[in-house]
């Protein structure tokens, strides 16, 4: 699947959705950008709950795809899955982030 059709496809499942969010994650700092993210953009989110600054927990996502967009810009060089797929692209990143903290995929 070609660049401009995988951005423009409906994908009909997450199932067939990972493959080309994994496709678009192929550089190994890019990745480790997302899951180092990933990571930051929770303990920022649930700093903020646990000090009582609920405003604050909108900056987790900001610090999250901070680096993960860092990654794609600079290091893989394409387009986030997220201005297209956002929920599914989402949802990739907490599979992604699982995968590498769980032992499955390589940091």
Not at 55 to 76: C, D, K, Q, S, T
Request: glycine share 10%.
């Amino acid at each position: 699947m070609s660049k401009a059709t995988a951005t423009s496809h409906a994908f009909q499942s997450f199932t067939e959705f990972y493959p080309y969010y994994l496709g678009e994650h192929q550089d190994a700092t890019c990745r480790r950008l997302h899951v180092c993210g990933t990571l930051l953009g929770f303990v920022v989110a649930l700093t903020a709950i646990a000090i009582g600054q609920p405003a604050g927990i909108l900056l987790g996502p900001l610090v999250g795809y901070g680096f993960a967009w860092v990654g794609h810009f600079f290091f893989e060089r394409n387009r986030p899955a997220t201005f297209t797929h956002p929920w599914w692209s989402f949802r990739g990143d907490m599979k992604l982030l699982w995968e590498t903290l769980s032992g499955q995929r390589p940091f």
